[in-house]
């Protein structure tokens, strides 16, 4: 995979390589990439762990013990790959998770002592601010005119509203789906049940923004995400573009309804998943339906 960047030095620098590592609410991820002279990169390694540090936060307000250990071990492997490869340069963020807890700051020095990342703690406006970027690396010139960029993300779902390709609204509604899940759904509930509760939260939610986002006049959605690139994977079309896939609102619809009937170790069965992106998968598809409507 090669990706154009915003050019930077001179053509006489060496290619350099460079990771970054996001510590997310239901993940832990790192890409490490190499950085030609004229800015293109290509990447090397692309990896995923499944932490469920927001569990916690969302639930009594700080991070577990448990999940923090296993964070940190996480880290470390993520630390020797980098030496192995001589990386150049790391930027390493956390979200959510980290921000919303208590003893942050015990884990952040935990991290910088054992694994040797300085993590930064982005606020929601720089989350949203990259995730635009992003898509906007990926789509090139093509044009963004009365366009929702939505990222369901394990604790806030992020939109940023665009008109003749500039940003003219951001967002960010509490409607994570690990938050959602803590908040909302326990293990006696059956899943149509829970998925009742689901609809109604964030239907509520989502009629509270429309003040101040109008949601009702966006022509399109673009979804980012590990929830929207699982739909795509399944009923997504090509559009020509690697990185953008079309799908048919009314087969998303069909997806959603077969998908919130099963409870998460039955879709992890039924769809090959990891039991945590298989528990996460419903609140952030109804999230997205809801958008979408």
């Known amino acids: 995979m090669t990706t154009d960047l915003p050019r930077s030095g001179t053509a006489t620098q060496a290619v350099q390589t460079v990771a970054a590592v996001d510590i997310g609410t239901n993940s832990l991820r790192m890409v490490i990439a190499e950085v030609t002279p004229d800015g293109r990169t290509e990447v090397l390694e692309r990896l995923q762990r499944s932490v469920r540090l927001g569990q916690d936060t969302f639930r009594r307000g700080r991070l577990g013990a448990e999940s923090m250990r296993a964070a940190l071990a996480v880290l470390k492997d993520f630390r020797k790959l980098l030496d192995l490869y001589k990386v150049a340069r790391v930027k390493a963020v956390a979200t959510s998770a980290v921000r919303e807890a208590s003893n942050a700051d015990t884990f952040l020095d935990r991290v910088f002592l054992s694994a040797g990342f300085q993590v930064e703690v982005i606020d929601t406006s720089e989350e949203t601010r990259l995730t635009v970027w992003a898509v906007r690396q990926a789509l090139g010139d093509e044009p963004m ?45 059956p899943p149509q049940r829970s998925a009742e509760i689901l609809r109604q939260h964030v239907a509520n939610v989502i009629d509270m923004s429309e003040g101040s986002l109008p949601l009702g006049a966006m022509r399109e959605l673009i979804a980012v995400g590990g929830d929207a690139r699982f739909v795509a994977s399944r009923i997504g079309r090509p559009t020509g573009r690697a990185a953008l896939l079309s799908i048919d609102p009314a087969e998303f619809d069909k997806v959603v309804e077969r998908s919130v009937r099963y409870t998460a170790a039955e879709l992890a069965r039924r769809y090959g998943l990891p039991f945590a992106e298989a528990g996460t998968l419903n609140g952030g598809m109804v999230v997205y339906q809801a958008l979408l409507n």
Request: hydrophobic residues 40%.
């Open 145 to 189: 005119d009365q366009t929702l960029i939505a990222d369901v993300g394990g604790g806030s779902t992020l939109l940023a509203v665009l008109q003749g390709g500039q940003i003219v609204a951001t967002q960010s509604l509490r409607l994570g789906s690990i938050r959602i899940q803590e908040m909302l759904i326990t293990s006696d509930d």
